[in-house]
């Protein structure tokens, strides 16, 4: 499987870019948003790949870091989720936007996707509202750092039976004296302490 290519822009089309990687034209379709900030690009660019392969064709769709990658990939996962719709959604709503809709069981918020009815978006917030919590830490609008114990306090949380508004709520209250836990029952204790 590609994890990434790395190239030059040879060409930009209406949904995808064609990345020149030694001579090679690799046709990488990519989310609008990003799409136009590439058009700007002149050096040598990375985009990180969903590899999608078919009976009939393999297509490649790229994003700008590995967890706008991850984030695609757990989208798809949903059933009546498929590859461009996902394409679709991520082009017209910031993979944290969606996040934080999932979270807050958002149904308005995500009916304003393309292609996502009362239906999927209930499926949307059924199937991911858990894989999602522990995923994305920048939807609570924290600040902290990357190797903090948040992720397992919030999955030690949901473990418990916490819901993921309520598991947000009680972190973001809890922000200032998560910054310096050491252990995973510390920030547990801070965090029941707000819920």
């Known amino acids: 499987m590609i994890y990434f290519i790395e190239g030059t822009i040879d060409s930009c089309l209406e949904d995808s870019a064609i990345i020149n990687t030694n001579g090679v034209g690799y046709q990488v379709f990519l989310p609008t948003n990003f799409l136009s900030k590439l058009l700007s690009e002149t050096g040598s660019v990375r985009l990180y790949i969903f ?4 009976e009939d064709a393999q297509v490649l769709y790229g994003f700008s870091t590995p967890d706008e990658r991850k984030f695609y990939t757990v989208l798809t996962s949903v059933s009546g989720v498929g590859p461009k719709l996902g394409m679709k959604i991520m082009s017209n709503m910031n993979s944290d936007v969606i996040t934080k809709a999932i979270l ?7 009916n ?3 292609g996502v009815g ?3 978006a209930e499926r949307l917030i059924l199937d991911l509202k858990d894989k999602i919590g522990v995923f994305d830490v920048s939807t609570a609008n924290f ?5 903090s ?8 949380l949901s473990t418990l039976g916490y819901k993921p508004k309520e598991i947000s709520s009680a972190l973001k209250k809890g922000e ?5 836990i050491t252990k995973i029952e510390e920030g547990i204790k801070i965090a029941l302490k707000n819920i």
Request: cysteine-free; overall charge positive; charged content about 25%.
């Open 51 to 54: 590899h999608h392969i078919r």
């Open 104 to 110: 807050e069981e958002n149904i308005v918020v995500l």
């Open 112 to 114: 304003q996707l393309p």
């Open 118 to 120: 009362k239906k999927l």
């Open 143 to 147: 600040s902290l750092p990357k190797n």
């Open 149 to 156: 114990l948040y992720d397992d306090v919030r999955l030690a």
């Open 176 to 180: 200032q004296a998560l910054q310096s």
